[in-house]
Nanobody, 121 residues
Framework: QVHLVESGGGLVQDGGSLRLSCTAS????????MGWYRQAPGKQRDMVAV?????????ADSVKGRFTISRDNAKNTVSVYLQMNSLKPEDTAVYYC?????????????WGQGLQITVSS
């Protein structure tokens, strides 16, 4: 079972920056893609950015050019980061780290506990 621990949420002003971190431990060999999703109040959870085990990244159109995802594969952990620049009030949401892969022949999705990001205007 993959465990995810997130850090870096908080309150920032319009135009500011934040960096989110997520570290995966246990069964990291089973992880393929990692990424960040967000959910605003009353809305569905949407993909923000994902990065494959080969370092190929994909972004939601709304964050392209402002957010950058990166990944660090260490011996016993895998970490994914989200650098968020030029933040806007519409970026306000709970951000969730995700790890997807296969373990024991079955696909899985692991989620972090969520980080509140609030961008004030």
């Amino acid at each position: 079972q993959v465990h995810l621990v997130e850090s870096g949420g908080g309150l920032v002003q319009d135009g500011g920056s934040l960096r989110l971190s997520c570290t995966a431990s246990d069964s990291i060999f089973s992880i393929n893609a990692m990424g960040w999703y967000r959910q605003a109040p009353g809305k569905q959870r949407d993909m923000v950015a994902v990065i494959s085990s080969r370092g190929i990244s994909n972004y939601a159109d709304s964050v392209k050019g402002r957010f950058t995802i990166s990944r660090d594969n260490a011996k016993n952990t895998v970490s994914v980061y989200l650098q968020m620049n030029s933040l806007k009030p519409e970026d306000t949401a709970v951000y969730y780290c995700n790890a997807a892969g296969r373990l024991g022949g079955a696909a899985f999705d692991a989620w972090g506990q969520g980080l509140q990001i609030t961008v004030s205007s």
